[in-house]
């Protein structure tokens, strides 16, 4: 009996050996199969069609294209500004291209009297971040392309309180509301000279105004002998406002609603009193007078202080392109680029 347990022991041992081996053997082609499939996932993410390598060549590519994007975008943001700053365009929803292949007209070949204009003054302070509305006043070749402000663009005061102060102003009205006109075409694009309605028109070659400060230097002669100092040696009168009068009723641009100053003087004188005075315009279109001082034939004096209203005349670039509006009204007013 012991024999029999002991040969059957060592056969189970044997099995159990056996069946240990047989175990290890099948995990390990489990393993194998399991590491074959791992491998063909793996090279399938990192090398198929939506693998890592495709999908971070396509994020690469991209990315280069976002950048592109972004560049041109950032190009064309600058020319725009590049633009408005220079005075080619316009900072209004509507775009001012002036590429150099594209053919505008000018001005010069369309404007008619009395049509609108946007004047880019080149002050932001002023208007429409520097735009105004302008009308055309001359295009021709005596007095070349002129616009003058369809409303007064600031308030001017000439006069005084004393005699003394009363008749420097005066004297030098017309070089006073000259320069304040020339400050809106110092720093436009478009302009070559600036002047105040009233005074000379006319043009050089050059486009600036020949003699726009003209004056006719006294003695005033007055019908009657002043015995006031200085009273004879004030500045005549003069006719030059008489040619942007024809000019503006012609246009029917005359009227704004408001009084404005002409760069024009006017003498005034009889047997009691002489007035000395500088020329404007009334509200409805007509002309008047201030009397910034006059004198009495017994010898007193008396003096006055005036605010009116400034209305620019530019002398424009003949180059000037129109790139949008026809010139029929405020609303279409001409647009200009260069």
């Given at each position: ?84 700053i220079g005075g080619t365009g316009s900072s209004s929803s509507t775009d001012t291209p002036d590429a150099p292949d594209t053919n505008y007209e000018t001005l010069a070949s369309i404007a008619q009297p009395g049509d609108y204009v946007k004047y880019d003054t080149g002050i932001i302070s002023v208007g429409n971040n ?151 315009v009334y509200t409805r279109g007509s002309l008047y007078y201030d009397s910034l001082c006059y004198v009495r034939s017994a010898g007193s004096t008396n003096s006055g202080s005036y605010v009116r209203g400034l209305r620019p005349c530019i002398s424009l670039k003949s180059d000037i392109k129109v790139v949008a509006g ?13």
């Amino acid at each position: 009996m012991k024999k029999n347990l002991k040969s059957k022991s060592k056969y189970e041992l044997l099995s159990k050996k056996t069946n240990s081996k047989g175990i290890t053997l099948i995990a390990l082609i489990i393993t194998i199969i399991v590491l074959l499939i791992l491998a063909g996932v793996t090279i399938n993410l990192t090398l198929g069609e939506n693998g890592i390598f495709r999908t971070a060549e396509m994020a690469g590519k991209n990315y280069m294209d976002a950048q592109d994007r972004e560049l041109a975008g950032l190009a064309d943001f600058e020319n725009t500004i590049n633009n408005i700053i220079g005075g080619t365009g316009s900072s209004s929803s509507t775009d001012t291209p002036d590429a150099p292949d594209t053919n505008y007209e000018t001005l010069a070949s369309i404007a008619q009297p009395g049509d609108y204009v946007k004047y880019d003054t080149g002050i932001i302070s002023v208007g429409n971040n520097g735009i105004v509305t302008f009308r055309v006043l001359y295009n021709d070749d005596t007095y070349g392309l002129q616009i003058i402000s369809d409303k007064s663009i600031e308030q001017v005061t000439l006069g005084g309180d004393t005699w003394e102060t009363a008749i420097d102003s005066y004297n030098n009205a017309i070089v006073t509301l000259n320069q304040k006109a020339e400050y809106y075409a110092e720093s436009s694009p478009y302009a070559l000279d600036g002047r105040c309605v009233g005074s000379v028109p006319t043009i050089g070659e050059d486009g600036t105004f020949n003699a726009k400060n003209t004056e006719n230097a006294g003695p005033v002669e007055l019908q009657f002998t002043s015995t006031v100092e200085g009273a004879n040696a004030m500045k005549d009168a003069d006719t030059n406002y008489t040619t942007d009068d024809t000019a503006m009723r012609a246009a029917n641009i005359m009227t704004t609603g408001e009084y404005y100053w002409l760069a024009s003087r006017f003498v005034d004188s009889d047997s009691s009193n002489c007035y000395f005075r500088v020329r404007g315009v009334y509200t409805r279109g007509s002309l008047y007078y201030d009397s910034l001082c006059y004198v009495r034939s017994a010898g007193s004096t008396n003096s006055g202080s005036y605010v009116r209203g400034l209305r620019p005349c530019i002398s424009l670039k003949s180059d000037i392109k129109v790139v949008a509006g026809d010139g029929s009204s405020e609303e279409t007013a001409y647009e200009l680029g260069i």
